[in-house]
């Protein structure tokens, strides 16, 4: 993981190495600008960033004259390099669920986050990337806040694995949609190595099969006690902030703050995202057209993500 940029200032990053690469992500950003979101009503105090895709790509591009000073050095540059693209969009979908409204209205919205995370991968090949991974989003209805916050009484709204049906269909038709959409840009773009990240199915093993992984606890199980409280009614502090006491042992959980999944979780998905589950724009890199999965050297990374 590229760690998160501290400032950017004259368009130079405090002590930050190129060869790492740069990460843009900030907490609880969103696809969709922040002035949308207050205009159509879905501006909260749950949400805690001004951020969002639009405001990671002015930095992006401010950043440019730390990186190339001409049109043909930066397209050499982002050539060879990595763009990680998301998860992004995840959290659009969450605000509105945290306020409590219908799938039925947020599917109204895919086609708003999908054009948007579009538009950042067309800017992007426009400045030169030849290589961008875009994942989806996750198992939703897996998810410990979603648990916690859209209890049901009927079992049959639950999966073997616990989870809950209704938000993985829409996890999972947002992700078809997705990728829909890059397939369209594969099209528009064929010269380029558009990567699908399949998030979805590879979060979706650790809740259905988490003994494989190591893990002990519930997916109703936190390691940071916060997340066990009223996720409508957010406490003062954070996980991970001083003086708040987690578990002794995260490897024994999937989710650290009921929202992000710990670092055994992350690890025991990167099982599934590295090979088995990264579908490849241009199969015949991977030596086998009849099964377009492969394993994808890492190089520097421009990161924009939640």
């Excluded at 130079?12 to 969709?32: C, P, Q």
């Excluded at 579009?118 to 290589?131: E, F, M, P, V, Y």
């Amino acid at each position: 993981m590229v760690n998160p940029i501290k400032i950017i200032k004259k368009g130079k990053i405090k002590d930050w190495n190129s060869l790492e690469g740069v990460n843009f992500a900030v907490g609880g950003v969103t696809a969709l600008d922040i002035s949308f979101l207050v205009e159509k009503g879905l501006y909260d105090v749950l949400v805690p960033t001004n951020y969002s895709l639009g405001v990671q790509f002015d930095w992006f591009m401010d950043l440019l004259p730390s990186i190339c000073n001409s049109s043909s050095g930066c397209k050499q540059v982002f050539g060879s390099s990595l763009f990680l693209v998301g998860e992004i969009g995840g959290n659009d979908f969450n605000y509105l669920f945290y306020l409590g409204r219908p799938i039925e209205e947020a599917t109204t919205y895919v086609p708003l986050v999908i054009n948007k995370i579009s538009w950042a991968i067309n800017k992007l090949i426009d400045l030169g990337a030849q290589t961008l991974v875009v994942p989806g989003n996750f198992a939703l209805g897996c998810s410990f806040v979603y648990l916690r916050s859209h209890p049901s009484t009927d079992v049959e709204d639950y999966d073997e694995a616990g989870c809950l049906k209704s938000y993985n269909n829409f996890a999972d038709y947002y992700n078809n949609q997705l990728l829909a959409e890059l397939n369209r840009l594969r099209q528009l773009h064929p010269g380029v190595n558009i990567i699908y990240a399949d998030y979805y199915h590879a979060s979706l093993q650790l809740y259905r099969s988490p003994t494989q992984f190591g893990f002990t606890k519930s997916i109703l199980d936190s390691c940071c006690p916060l997340a066990n409280a009223n996720y409508h009614n957010p406490p003062a502090k954070h996980c991970g902030e001083p003086g708040l006491i987690s578990c002794n042992d995260p490897s024994q959980f999937i989710t650290w703050d009921g929202v992000h999944l710990t670092e055994a979780a992350y690890n025991g998905q990167k099982l599934f995202v590295q090979g088995a589950r990264i579908s490849f724009s241009i199969w015949d890199v991977s030596g086998d057209k009849k099964n377009p999965w492969i394993k994808f050297p890492w190089l520097s990374m421009i990161q924009m993500q939640f």
